[in-house]
């Protein structure tokens, strides 16, 4: 039996990985899927958010010790969440056995402009200016999505997650503030690496996780058209790369 952990980005939450979880479950028939919430979102929507990733790091290794849920752990992270699964590798290697990163983007590999693409400043400032859910979560779907054909019911559902676990505009700063000032190490955590990416990620600049993958010569696939929320667009194609580069070895 694998343990799987999966981590989601800035202001989501568990749910959020839809049907991914069971879709992983059925191809790799070992692995128990655990999906952790960060402080501040979801179930924890009422708990400050770290302004660090590595506090984020330690309440989840708390949090699995307090489920008596043991290591070794894969990690599989998108965006923030992802920044989070570096820190952990590099400071607890000996916990892991490998980890999945998606759409990341750290200091010190890429610039600030390609880590947060600057078209989407005013949209990110619209989201901090009004505080309507339908006009958050639709500014979020369209931001990190670019393959869903019929949005309106994940835009239904997504709002439902947002009205039971708001999470406040303070928490959501005090998340980009973590992630704006994480700085992952120079050297390849020593931890099994896969990275993957999107071609059209409009919201991180794709250059973010090839020039991570190069930095750290460590495997990398790209998809071609899906945006910033792979699991959303194309969750077959996230659990088909997985399962070849765990049949590569």
Partial sequence: MSTWILLRGLTRESRHWGDFPTGFR????????????????GRLHKMPSPSCVGDMTEFCR?????????????????????MVA?????KYPEELVACVLINTSVRPFS?????????????????ALRGSAHYWEAT????????????????????GYRCEHPVSRRNALRQLLAAARYRAPVDRPSPRLLILGS?????VNPRCSRRLALRWRT?????????????????????REILLWLQTG
């Fill in 26 to 41: 059925s191809a790799v028939p070992d692995a128990d899927v655990v999906t952790l919430d960060l402080p501040g979102n």
């Fill in 111 to 127: 610039p600030f402009y390609h880590r947060l693409r600057p078209r989407n400043y005013p949209a990110l400032l619209g989201l």
């Fill in 86 to 90: 570096v820190d952990w590798a590099a």
């Fill in 199 to 203: 071609a059209m990620d409009t919201l």
């Fill in 140 to 159: 979020i779907l369209r931001l990190t999505s670019k393959r869903v054909d019929d949005p309106e019911p994940i835009l239904d559902t997504w709002v």
């Fill in 219 to 239: 495997a990398y696939a790209e998809h071609p058209d899906a945006g910033h929320d792979i699991p959303l667009d194309d969750s077959a194609w996230v659990i």
């Fill in 62 to 82: 708390a949090d699995l010790t307090g489920r008596g849920i043991r290591p070794p752990y894969h990690l599989l992270a998108m965006s923030l969440g992802a």
